[in-house]
């Protein structure tokens, strides 16, 4: 072997070790909150996809990774968690059943559900932390049955405040308030930073002009924006979609064409209603997406921090 690749392969080598040690965020579910395909759902995506065990898709999720620690955080529980949870232990080589902790965005059905399989019913975890904002804690607290996971200390609760970080080993968490249809509890995005990156999860929003931070500067100030891709565009339901305002992707890839291509590829759409020709495999869809440069979620996608 030359001198040149005995140089070349022993670099790789002694780099291999800091790259496989990287925090990192991987995918769980991409899914809106009745997961795809949908209860009762007898369009003929859902009739297929009921028939395909490939076509359904988890709830949107995603988990943070520190291999130096053997430290998984998941953020929200998801009525999918045993199914995910088995899919993290996998692909992070660890059987065991730690949770180092459960960050929650609000409380709507495919967000925080998952907490049951935490009881003394399932696996009946002991002092598992979860974060959350101070609405969202107190209906936890209130509520049965989540009550009862506090009481038997299957959880732990941890407050959680706007903008202010949770420091993680050698990542952190911070939320940050978002618009949203607050019946029960705050709505939080969060940002995500190791020493390096940072990654943006925004999995459930209102339109982006209710928001007072701007997208677009939200975008050049990170690594990964996972956003709120629910709807395609106007009219894909059938029934009037101001009752479930989010931003259509067509609205989003609107707002950012501005933006320089290596920009609009930070942008990673999440949380497909089952109605979404993008969750359903659209190939024209796909490719109109991929041709204006932002990408879409799939469970797995791992992205380094």
């Not at 140089?7 to 899914?31: D, K």
């Not at 028939?51 to 999720?61: A, E, F, G, H, I």
């Not at 038997?152 to 609760?157: K, P, Y």
Request: net charge positive; proline share 7%; charged share 25%.
């Amino acid at each position: 072997m030359s001198r040149f690749w005995r140089l070349f392969f022993c670099l790789i080598l002694s780099c291999y070790p800091v790259w496989a040690n990287r925090p990192y965020v991987l995918v769980l579910g991409t899914a809106q909150d009745a997961g795809v395909p949908q209860m009762g759902c007898d369009s003929p995506f859902c009739r297929r996809a009921w028939r395909d065990s490939r076509l359904p898709q988890y709830v949107s999720s995603i988990a943070l990774v520190d291999p130096a620690s053997r430290s998984r955080w998941i953020f929200d529980a998801t009525p999918d968690l045993p199914e995910q949870f088995e899919f993290l232990r996998r692909s992070t080589n660890d059987t065991s059943a730690n949770i180092s902790g459960i960050f929650l965005t609000h409380a709507h059905i495919g967000h925080y559900t998952g907490l049951m399989y935490l009881g003394r019913e399932s696996m009946n975890s002991k002092n598992v932390p979860v974060y959350a904002m101070p609405q969202m804690l107190k209906m936890l607290q209130t509520n049965v049955p989540w009550s009862q996971l506090v009481e038997l200390r299957n959880i732990e609760l941890r407050p959680l405040a706007d903008n202010v970080e949770v420091k993680l080993h050698r990542v952190s968490a911070t939320p940050f308030l978002v618009p949203h249809r607050d019946e029960f509890s705050e709505t939080v995005g969060y940002r995500i930073r190791s020493s390096t990156r940072s990654l943006v999860f925004i999995p459930d929003i209102d339109k982006w002009e209710k928001w007072a931070a701007s997208l677009e500067s939200v975008v050049r100030s990170s690594d990964y924006v996972l956003i709120d891709g629910t709807f395609f565009a106007n009219g894909e339901i059938n029934r009037p979609m101001n009752e479930v305002p989010h931003p259509f992707v067509t609205e989003t890839m609107e707002l950012l064409k501005g933006l320089p291509l290596r920009e609009r590829r930070k942008v990673v759409f999440i949380h497909f209603n089952h109605s979404n020709p993008l969750i359903q495999e659209n190939r024209k869809k796909l490719t109109e997406i991929a041709n204006r440069g932002f990408r879409i979620a799939r469970t797995g996608m791992r992205f380094e921090l």
